[in-house]
């Protein structure tokens, strides 16, 4: 890692801390004897101007969001001193209007920025997206109706996001062009929706379509298991352009179909399960894919609000690249980020992974996360991908000899420092096993980063 980049944390720390003085101050003003009891009232009043929704009338809200992020990598790729640190710039402008109790419309504009970047690509999303339209729909229907809908650009979120969620982390997210239909009883709640992305373009307005469609049917039930609740879903999606196995570029028709489980057990144990089964065509070639999530989480007694969980992941991966048969599976468009290790070089393709970890509060609202993380390759024959889903490292043409990835340590801390205020910071630390030693020069990944995010016109 270069010099420079410790020195780019310690600037997003010291603009963390100046963009906190203000509110850190005014909160914790006390009031003299001598003053009235009114100033008790006054010092728990936000700062101007996170107090413009008071002057507005109650059908508008506004809120403005600002996020800097310092983060960096060193051997990218597993290459010796292939490094980089750069800064990662959001401005969000949020505005929502309710015209009536069954009518609503919101519009989100967002500029995200990159600099300081030089290895990969530092033009284009996730890193960079210059001001445009991010999301913009209306609400039609209250929350006591048993049918709503939402028209228009927006976010797709289900479940833990594996397949489908906004990729808040990564500077310019993900929204769809969509239209959803909320069908709502006491037994269940299902969603019907169809969607294209929205592609993040530099020099025009962002647009979804040139061939993405997602179509879904998303269920949520909490009768059918006790202390539990059941999601069933079935998502369709197309997409063309795409090289097949047995021919030239082909036209996606997969089928996604499968459930999630949450619920509670004795002795404050929680756990989550997931599958999925894939099928349908690319061109000539078949798809048939699967994959699971498993996870065991127990909440300690105590102060420190302890939380040990445990899981296990797998995706399947693809035997041969010219049996007319597609075997990886398709993770979709999930939120990836942290599912599989901080460092996001696993994502839910072609693995087994196995973690453990951890979370403490030492100190009230001082939340610190620690990750163990270990990971395999399915099928030996295919290759390994990264938490967007693309290829990472390419399969081995006579197959892997070895199909242990490696091994990861995660350390993560987060602290709101005011209701406008937060900070976050972390460091990932990866350990190449035998397969990353075979296919690449296999030197271990690191990866730190430094997080603050202000809310300005709103309270928080």
């Keep these: 890692m270069r010099v420079c980049r410790s020195s780019l944390v310690t600037t997003v720390c010291v603009n963390a801390v100046l963009l906190s003085i203000p509110s850190s101050l005014f909160a914790q003003q006390q009031p003299s004897s001598a003053q009235p009891q009114t100033s008790v009232a006054a010092a728990a009043t936000p700062p101007f101007p996170n107090r413009a929704n008071e002057v507005l009338p109650k059908w508008l809200r506004i809120r403005g969001e600002f996020r800097e992020r310092v983060e960096g990598f060193d051997n990218s790729n597993f290459k010796e001193e292939n490094d980089d640190s750069y800064y990662l710039t959001r401005v969000r402008l949020n505005a929502s209007v309710t015209a009536s109790k069954s009518l609503s419309f919101q519009v989100q504009a967002q500029d995200a ?41 927006q976010e797709l979120t289900y479940g833990d996001q594996r397949l489908l ?15 959803k239909v909320t069908f709502k009883s006491k037994p269940i709640a299902v969603d019907l929706f169809a969607a294209s992305l929205v592609r993040i373009l530099p020099d025009e307005f962002d647009k979804s379509g040139n061939g993405n469609r997602l179509v879904g049917a998303y269920g949520t039930t909490s009768t059918v298991v006790p202390k539990a609740v059941l999601e069933p879903y079935v998502l369709w999606r197309r997409d063309v352009n795409i090289k097949s196995e047995l021919g030239p570029l082909g036209e996606l028709h997969q089928w996604t179909s499968g459930a999630r489980l949450a619920g509670k057990l ?70 990836g980020h942290d ?20 979370e403490i509060s030492p100190i009230k609202a001082l939340p610190v996360t620690a990750n163990y993380h270990s990971w395999w390759l399915a099928d030996r024959h295919d290759g390994l991908y990264a938490a967007s889903g693309a290829v990472l490292v390419p399969r081995i043409a006579a197959g892997a000899a070895n199909t242990h990835v490696g091994q990861e340590l995660d350390l993560q801390v987060s602290r709101v420092v005011t209701p406008q205020v937060a900070i976050s910071g972390g460091y990932a630390h990866m350990f190449t096993g035998a397969f990353l030693e075979q296919a690449t020069p296999g030197k271990s990944y690191s990866y730190p980063y430094v997080m603050v995010t202000y809310v300005f016109l709103a309270e928080k």
Excluded: C, I
């Excluded at 599912?339 to 951890?358: C, E, I, P, T």
């Design 113 to 153: 920025r990159v600099a300081d970047k030089t290895v990969g690509v530092n033009n284009a999303a996730p890193f960079h997206g210059t001001f445009d339209l991010r999301t913009g729909f209306a609400d039609v229907g209250s929350a006591k109706s048993h049918v709503t809908a939402r028209l228009g650009r």
């Design 165 to 179: 969620g906004p990729l808040p982390w990564t500077n310019t997210a993900r929204s769809f062009d969509a239209a």
């Design 266 to 335: 004795p002795a404050n144990l929680d756990y989550v399960v997931e599958m999925d089964k894939q099928f349908g065509s690319l061109g000539g070639d078949d798809v048939s894919a699967w994959a699971g999530h498993w996870q065991m989480r127990e909440s300690l007694p105590g102060s420190k609000a302890m939380k040990l969980t445990g899981e296990y992941n797998f995706a399947s991966g693809d035997a041969s690249p010219s049996d007319g048969t597609r075997g990886t599976f398709d993770q979709l468009y999930p939120t």
């Design 339 to 358: 599912k599989y290790g901080l460092s996001d070089q696993v994502g839910w393709r072609n693995m087994h992974h196995l973690r453990a970890g951890f």
